[in-house]
């Protein structure tokens, strides 16, 4: 891609290639984070429309495509999906045959029929479009402003023709909660499996995260604690660090587990209760490890105690709460049983074509005779998963009982492994041939490839965006807010096609109207709220839509700056999730060691020279000092020897964040204690240990959960947000 004029000229625009591109939503050109204009190579959108399959190989397969799709189009009675917004006289358009008029009605959600009159009006006015030999024009359906939320269907007549579209009513924005009105709301952010308790097997788990809630509110009186995703992943060793790369987002990730705290546990006879003790004991010295988390150790002593567990049998109660879920679940929770099971009993899926994974699917014979084979493994997989569900559901309530006005602020990863249960169990839901990244910028200049095949629009709206809702539902059973990583998402995504670089792929645009709209939905029934990480090149109608749709999104101090001079805090929008910094950075005490400058060039991520880059991290540091200053929360004796004063400078960079006018405000929980490290660093994989990193303090010492709250560092910060 190489930079051209600001706009698309009318021949290129004319072009068949182009037109079928922009007809499915393929973007054809963009504008980069520098606005610098690209228009995108002829090979690329060919792939792109080849993943959501659409044939572009040549001038006559474009030709039919387009009319394909147009004939697809208008030859049906109504879209697939038609969205409503509570409150406003909204209208569907109908394809009707020429002089007859159609009629509708609706089906609630609850299986009633909508009472009201349906009102049908006329259409766009366009001409009439030949289909098979006839022509179609268009009538309206009026959808009344009174029609509740909820999914329901719509249901339209053409003479001896029916069908129907899913009808989503959502309300026109979420309400903040009545303490965001006129105030704020604060809260911590942390790494659940890096906050390790006495009573942890290695890794922070939902008891921890319980235990986290309650005394963050008890002590601190924080009202919410930002985590990492706990989406599901895989069922044995080795398990994949990264919690941004779930197998499923449908479910949760049951290696969070805390075996003595199901209920079963307290009725295992004292010989089987002994040998879950002595599997505890061979990980609890994880617990002191600073070094690095050991998910792999942890899982393979835990997973031998749930299976004890499992095998010790419920409660005719137990049991039959247990069968209402797998009920509830149904088909979804199958799939990710089955392809747990597969993944136990045949080793991982590796992608390669004599695999399980690729070779078979979920009505192979094969894995039918495998589910029959192990009726109790698959069933031990569902068991899991019901219990994760439960003690996260736990530390939600407990949480709310502590007090807390949100308690759990879950994450939303971008999307799923590639060769994760999703992928496999539904494959026509993804594009096939193309992953989920981010163009070049000024932190990644040869782009990003996250490896996640991106969800089909496609398939979005021809199922009612049955998967999408039905995520966001099971994250809000189970969380007061949820936190979008990358909201542009549902806007637009960078496919990158197979085989290209991450340089080489284009914006594919999703409805989303349709997909806020559900969000509002999910969030309102829950009392709960939505924020957007919105970081980034961001173009400005995305802001003022999540504005519009009353979803928060994202300040991060270091990145509040423009031309080389850090914003006053009292000037950032009063709509966003402020924090001093993100997962992606290194904590406060950090940055200022310039330990993000070190590790990028041990790790040689470095497009220029070192020198250019800590030339660059030291003007912004001096630039985040003078605004400290001028600011009035930093004293400026402190610049004479700003080393000598890292701990007062951290204090203010909090100070600052208290400065602003933003609705809800995330304290770090590693800034409170001094940590250094990152979580993460992005481009690399196994070169840095992303996503192990256990909590420690400014000198290396292991922070246990349970003194946390009760130190003087983290009650020091807490008082700031307080004030």
């Not at 309300?171 to 308790?197: E, F, T, V």
């Not at 559901?393 to 994760?420: E, F």
């Amino acid at each position: 891609m190489t930079e051209k004029t600001e706009t698309e000229s009318a021949e290129r625009l004319a072009r068949p290639l182009i037109r079928l591109a922009r007809l499915v939503g393929v973007a054809t050109s963009y504008i980069g984070m520098s606005d610098d204009y690209h228009e995108i190579d002829d090979d690329v959108l060919v792939a792109v429309l080849k993943a959501l399959g659409i044939d572009a190989s040549s001038d006559d397969a474009i030709a039919a495509s387009i009319r394909r799709i147009l004939d697809e189009r208008h030859g049906r009675l109504v879209p697939p999906t038609v969205l409503h917004v509570q409150g406003h006289d909204d209208s569907v358009l109908v394809n009707t045959d020429i002089l007859k008029v159609p009629s509708a009605s609706i089906t609630l959600e609850d299986g009633r029929p909508y009472e009201g009159a349906l009102v049908i009006g006329p259409g766009d006015g366009s001409q009439a479009y030949a289909v098979n030999g006839g022509f179609v024009a268009t009538a309206s359906v009026e959808l009344p402003a009174d029609l509740p939320l909820g999914y329901h269907t719509l249901h339209v007549r053409v003479g001896e023709r029916t069908q129907d579209a899913t009808l989503i009513s959502v309300p026109a924005k979420i309400d903040l909660l009545d303490p965001m009105k006129n105030g704020h709301l604060w809260g911590w952010m942390a790494q659940l499996y890096s906050i390790r308790s006495t009573q942890s097997w290695g890794v922070g788990d939902y008891v921890d995260l319980r235990n986290m809630l309650v005394n963050a509110k008890t002590a601190t009186g924080a009202d919410f604690m930002l985590i990492n995703p706990v989406h599901a992943a895989e069922p044995v060793a080795p398990l994949t660090p990264s919690p941004y790369l779930p197998v499923s987002r449908r479910f949760v990730n049951f290696t969070y587990i805390r075996p003595e705290a199901i209920e079963e546990y307290a009725l295992l006879d004292p010989d089987t209760a002994h040998e879950i003790k002595d599997l505890h004991a061979q990980v609890e010295p994880l617990n002191g490890d600073a070094q690095i988390i050991d998910r792999d150790s942890m899982w393979r002593m835990k997973m031998r105690a749930l299976w004890t567990i499992f095998k010790a049998g419920r409660s005719q109660a137990r049991q039959a709460a247990f069968d209402d879920y797998k009920r509830e679940c149904g088909e979804e929770l199958e799939a990710y049983a089955t392809w747990c099971l597969c993944y136990d009993k045949w080793g991982a899926p590796d992608g390669r074509p004599g695999n399980w994974q690729q070779a078979l699917d979920k009505n192979s014979p094969q894995i039918i005779a495998l589910r029959n084979q192990y009726p109790d493994t698959l069933d031990f997989y569902r068991w899991l998963e019901w219990i994760a569900s439960q003690q996260l559901t736990d530390a939600q309530h407990a949480a709310r009982n502590a007090g807390m006005r949100i308690g759990i602020m879950s994450d939303m990863a971008v999307g799923v492994h590639p060769l994760g249960s999703e992928v496999w169990w539904n494959p026509e839901r993804f594009a096939r041939g193309a992953t989920v990244g981010a163009p070049p910028d000024m932190f990644n200049q040869q782009g990003q490839d996250w490896s996640q095949p991106p969800l089909s629009p496609i398939a979005l709206r021809d199922t009612g965006y049955r998967a999408y809702r039905d995520m966001v539902h099971g994250m809000f059973a189970q969380a007061g807010a949820v936190r979008i990583d990358h909201i542009l998402g549902l806007f637009r995504l960078w496919w990158i096609p197979r085989g290209k670089s991450a340089k080489e792929g284009t914006y594919v645009h999703y409805d989303s109207d349709v997909m806020l709209g559900i969000l509002a939905l999910e969030a309102s029934r829950a009392g709960g709220v939505v924020v957007g990480e919105d970081l980034g090149v961001v173009p400005p109608y995305v802001s003022k839509s999540l504005s519009a749709h009353g979803i928060l999104g994202c300040a991060v101090e270091w990145f509040e700056q423009f031309e080389g001079r850090f914003r006053a805090p009292s000037d950032w929008r009063p709509y966003a999730l402020a924090s001093v910094n993100t997962h992606d950075l290194p904590p406060a005490a950090g940055y200022f060691e310039f330990e993000h400058v070190k590790l990028r060039e041990r790790l040689g991520l470095l497009s220029g020279s070192a020198e250019e880059f800590e030339r660059g991290a030291r003007n912004e540091q001096k630039a985040m000092l003078a605004m400290l200053v001028d600011q009035g929360y930093l004293d400026a004796s402190v610049l004479d020897d700003a080393a000598g004063h890292e701990h007062e400078i951290v204090i203010a960079l909090y100070r600052a964040l208290k400065g602003s006018p933003c609705k809800l405000l995330a304290a770090s929980i590693t800034d409170a204690v001094g940590e250094k490290r990152a979580q993460n660093q992005p481009g690399t994989n196994n070169e840095y240990p992303n996503w192990r990193i256990p909590l420690a303090d400014a000198h290396g010492n292991v922070v246990p959960l349970d003194d946390l709250f009760a130190r003087d560092d983290v009650r020091e910060l807490a008082a700031i947000m307080n004030g």
